[in-house]
């Protein structure tokens, strides 16, 4: 038999599961925490693309060490900031949109990359989306 405890515990989080709001939360919150993990691992492998050539030669020319080398440390940067938005998306979100506007500003300095930039804005955008959500679903909060 179950107890009215049992009943009504589960009705919030039923319904937080049915927001819209709440829902587009958990999508960014995934999609910030995986994609910038994956992505950062790539700067390792360059399976997915030759990163290198998405650094502008005055940044090349400026940090120390090979365009290879700045991609490890753009490496372990994108996963610190998935890992950041897994556990504290508040801070995470706008970790990867201030990481972002930086990965744009390098593009549109690149002659050939701004198709990439102009994406990298759409992501920016949806990482603002993600803080600001965050903000509103903090600590279980339920929506109104």
């Given at each position: ?33 995986v ?13 997915l ?7 502008a030669p ?36 706008w970790?990867?949109?201030?990481w ?31 803080a600001?959500?965050?903000?509103r ?8």
């Open positions: 038999m179950r107890t009215s405890g049992t009943t009504t515990s589960a009705a919030p989080w039923r319904a937080a599961l049915t927001d819209p709001g709440y829902q587009a939360f958990v999508i960014l919150r995934t999609g910030f925490t994609a910038p993990i994956l992505f950062g691992l790539d700067k390792f492998a360059n399976l693309v030759d990163w290198p050539t998405y650094l005055w940044i090349d020319n400026v940090v120390p060490g090979s365009a290879q080398a700045a991609m490890y440390a753009v490496g372990v940067i994108e996963i610190v900031a998935g890992v950041a938005v897994a556990l504290a998306p508040r801070f995470g979100g970790l990867v949109a201030g972002l506007a930086g990965i744009i500003i390098n593009l549109l300095t690149i002659p050939g990359h701004y198709d990439v930039a102009l994406r990298d804005f759409g992501l920016l955008l949806g990482a603002v989306a993600l600001r959500l965050a903000e679903y903090r600590g279980g909060r339920q929506p109104l």
